[in-house]
């Protein structure tokens, strides 16, 4: 009886070490999966955090590549502004030695005028004692050789007995511009403008008359008279030939800047144009 138990207890105990083990071997097992999983964890969490500290970076550099960019953009529209400014004010400053100029020019030719009367004035009276010298010495007389009154009557008094009409008008100030008599010309297509302001024409007469004083090289003038063309026939096909010939005549009076920004403006405003492709070229050579 006392040998059955003692049997029965080394079973018990062999049966406790056996689960024991096996329980043990179980446990390392599990941690040795759990040690794995941690591993792979880590591994992926360290992966995922070098491509967020990349996307990070990237961002970074778009960032800064985006800021430089709206740096030199906020620059040049300072710089356009600053050019604009520049030009409304030489457009001023043109305005008023224009208005100067002619002030000066008017009272010049009142002085002309009044000079000119004088001498007229004066050879009537020479010739008058030249008449009473010439009768006192029997001579024949030279009466018949002063001109009446009806004959002095100056050229400019005398109007066309039969008006002309608004194509009639413009073809002879444009025959005036092809002979080179400028004045004549300016004066024959502003007269146009005076009778005909909504003729489809008067865009072209306007640029006509900028290009009177371009080829004077007055420029000063041209390029007033182009800026007309350019504020009151916007959707005229005279704008392009009027800026640029406004670009060269700002050049041509060494105000490079302003030639510039104009031929920037045509460029822009009518890229397909053969004036912009002149304007492209004149800006390449331009220092």
Same mark, same amino acid.
């Given at each position: 009886m /006392?040998?059955?138990i003692?049997?029965?207890g080394s079973i #018990?105990?062999?049966t406790?070490?056996?689960?024991?083990? *096996?329980?043990?071997?179980s446990?390392?097992?599990?941690?040795?999966d759990?040690? +794995?999983?941690?591993?792979?964890?880590n /591994?992926?969490?360290?992966?995922?955090?070098k491509d +967020?500290?990349?996307i990070?970076?990237d %961002?970074?550099a /778009?960032?800064d590549e &985006?800021?430089?960019?709206?740096?030199?953009? $906020?620059?040049?529209?300072? @710089?356009l502004?600053?050019?604009?400014?520049e030009l409304? !004010?030489e457009?001023a400053?043109?305005?008023?030695?224009l208005?100067?100029?002619?002030?000066l020019?008017?009272?010049?030719?009142?002085?002309?005028? !009044?000079?000119w009367?004088r001498l007229?004035e004066?050879?009537q009276a020479v *010739?008058k004692?030249?008449?009473? #010298? @010439?009768?006192?010495?029997?001579?024949?007389?030279?009466?018949s050789k +002063?001109p009446?009154?009806? !004959?002095s009557?100056?050229?400019?008094?005398v109007? =066309?007995a039969?008006k002309l009409?608004?194509?009639e008008l413009?073809a002879?100030a444009?025959k005036l511009?092809?002979?080179g008599?400028?004045?004549a010309?300016?004066e024959?297509?502003?007269?146009?403008l005076n009778?005909n302001?909504?003729? !489809?024409?008067?865009?072209?007469?306007?640029f &006509?008359?900028g290009?009177?004083y371009?080829h004077?090289? &007055?420029?000063?003038?041209?390029?007033?008279?182009y800026?007309?063309v350019?504020e009151?026939?916007?959707?005229g096909?005279?704008v392009?030939s009027?800026?640029l010939?406004?670009g %060269?005549?700002f050049?041509? #009076?060494?105000?490079?800047g302003?030639?510039?920004?104009?031929l $920037?403006e045509?460029i822009?405003?009518? =890229?397909?144009?053969k004036e912009?492709?002149?304007?492209?070229?004149?800006?390449?050579r *331009?220092?």
């Amino acid at each position: 009886m /006392h040998h059955r138990i003692i049997k029965f207890g080394s079973i #018990i105990f062999c049966t406790l070490l056996l689960t024991g083990s *096996m329980l043990l071997l179980s446990g390392c097992a599990l941690q040795k999966d759990l040690l +794995i999983t941690r591993s792979n964890l880590n /591994h992926k969490i360290s992966s995922q955090t070098k491509d +967020i500290n990349k996307i990070k970076a990237d %961002l970074k550099a /778009h960032l800064d590549e &985006w800021n430089k960019e709206k740096k030199k953009l $906020r620059t040049t529209q300072a @710089e356009l502004r600053s050019l604009l400014l520049e030009l409304r !004010e030489e457009v001023a400053k043109l305005q008023g030695q224009l208005e100067k100029s002619t002030y000066l020019s008017e009272t010049s030719a009142q002085k002309s005028n !009044e000079y000119w009367l004088r001498l007229d004035e004066t050879n009537q009276a020479v *010739m008058k004692r030249l008449l009473h #010298i @010439e009768a006192y010495l029997g001579m024949e007389s030279a009466e018949s050789k +002063i001109p009446s009154a009806a !004959e002095s009557v100056p050229l400019d008094k005398v109007r =066309p007995a039969k008006k002309l009409t608004g194509d009639e008008l413009y073809a002879a100030a444009k025959k005036l511009f092809d002979e080179g008599n400028y004045d004549a010309a300016r004066e024959q297509f502003q007269a146009f403008l005076n009778e005909n302001p909504k003729s !489809e024409k008067a865009d072209n007469a306007q640029f &006509w008359i900028g290009e009177t004083y371009y080829h004077e090289k &007055w420029y000063e003038k041209a390029i007033l008279a182009y800026q007309k063309v350019i504020e009151k026939y916007q959707n005229g096909n005279k704008v392009p030939s009027a800026l640029l010939k406004q670009g %060269l005549a700002f050049y041509n #009076i060494d105000d490079k800047g302003n030639a510039r920004l104009i031929l $920037r403006e045509l460029i822009r405003k009518f =890229p397909k144009s053969k004036e912009a492709q002149i304007a492209e070229k004149k800006l390449s050579r *331009m220092k």
